[in-house]
């Protein structure tokens, strides 16, 4: 099983800034089949990047994921209010398919 | 619009079974993979299972041991998940999700908890 470990666990910044998530797998994740979920209170996963850098549908260009192998990042460029959630990244290439724990993005 | 709604949540005690349903709309639901996953309380995300649009191909997390069953009824628009033998450790809410790779359409979620 691919262990994918995010960090930090809790990112603290201000509206406007930039965030930069981290999300590193135990084996490399096959053909790059990484995505990055966020996730509000009360509410499903919305899909943010899959295949490491592809922005879904209707995701703003402020979202922005890179990496390869065992590494990968999710960039939010300048935080708008509705980006505090929490995020998670999901390997998709090997079963079992698998997610890291998350980071919290809370307000400053 | 796409639409998934899940129902068959609730409380069920410890060993005992519960069947969750999945009804889908706003697509052609046989030509779309289906995924289940589960989010314990306050916990992090854990994909179970998926199914091939004919039922044809199924794969499990290995932590389910067996316990689960995914089904899927195509004239119907459904997705099954039938639970057996259910620990208190299965205390969650279930997802549906339509594909099986990253999923972009899910449901709301239903809660199962199983306690005595």
């Known amino acids: 099983e691919i262990v994918l470990t995010q960090s930090p666990g809790t990112l603290s910044l201000s509206p406007g800034e930039r965030a930069t998530l981290s999300c590193r797998a135990s084996?490399?994740?096959?053909?790059?089949?990484l995505a990055w979920y966020q996730q509000k209170p009360g509410q499903a996963p919305r899909l943010l990047i899959y295949?490491?850098?592809t922005r879904a549908t209707g995701i703003p260009d402020r979202f922005s994921g890179s990496g390869s192998g065992t590494d990968f990042t999710l960039t939010i460029s300048r935080l708008e209010p509705e980006d505090f959630a929490v995020y998670f990244c999901q390997q998709y290439g090997t079963s079992p398919y698998t997610f890291g724990q998350g980071t919290k993005l809370e307000i400053k | 619009q796409v639409q998934l709604v899940e129902s068959g949540g609730g409380l069920v005690k410890p060993g005992g079974s519960l069947r969750l349903s999945c009804a889908a709309s706003?697509?052609?639901?046989?030509?779309?993979?289906m995924s289940w996953f589960r989010q314990a309380p306050g916990k992090g995300l854990e994909w179970l299972s998926y199914i091939s649009p004919r039922g044809d191909t199924i794969y499990y997390a290995d932590s389910l041991k067996g316990r689960f069953t995914i089904s899927r009824d195509n004239p119907k628009n459904s997705l099954y998940l039938q639970m057996n033998s259910l620990r208190t450790d299965d205390t969650a809410v279930y997802y549906c999700?339509?594909?099986?790779?990253?999923?972009?359409?899910w449901g709301q979620g239903a809660l199962v908890t199983v306690s005595s």
């Open positions: 084996h490399s994740v096959s053909s790059s089949y």
């Open positions: 706003g697509f052609t639901f046989s030509d779309y993979y």
């Open positions: 295949v490491a850098s």
């Open positions: 999700a339509r594909g099986h790779l990253a999923s972009y359409y």
